[in-house]
């Protein structure tokens, strides 16, 4: 499979409205992610398989939502303030395929690299 890389990320905590891609929401036990804003690209990505590298792991997973860097705070985002730019926001599968559990203090944000899967 063809890798295209970027830059490390910052992964954040699960955020609980339903995915922009499909409108389905997700169990924690399923390694999803939302893209920020910019790295979701007006939905291009939704569906695609990332690879996360982080801890010291690899895991993967699918694009099912938008961490909006630009909106938030409103009904529509969940009340949830604005992304920052280039996160990866994991579901609580992603974290602990990863090694990185709730007591640990990285838990909620911690840099990582990804590449897509093609």
Request: hydrophobic share 30%.
């Amino acid at each position: 499979m063809k890798q295209r890389k970027h830059d490390a990320a910052t992964a954040c905590g699960d955020g609980g409205g339903a995915g922009a891609c499909y409108g389905r929401f997700y169990s924690d036990k399923q390694r999803v992610v939302a893209l920020s804003t910019g790295w979701y690209n007006k939905g291009l990505r939704c569906g695609k398989r990332i690879t996360i590298r982080g801890n010291g792991r690899t895991t993967t997973a699918q694009v099912v939502d938008e961490c909006d860097s630009v909106h938030g705070c409103d009904a529509e985002h969940a009340g949830q303030p604005p992304c920052r730019n280039n996160i990866v926001d994991g579901s609580p599968a992603v974290w602990k395929a990863l090694g990185v559990f709730k007591n640990d203090p990285r838990y909620g944000e911690m840099k990582i690299s990804w590449s897509n899967l093609y």
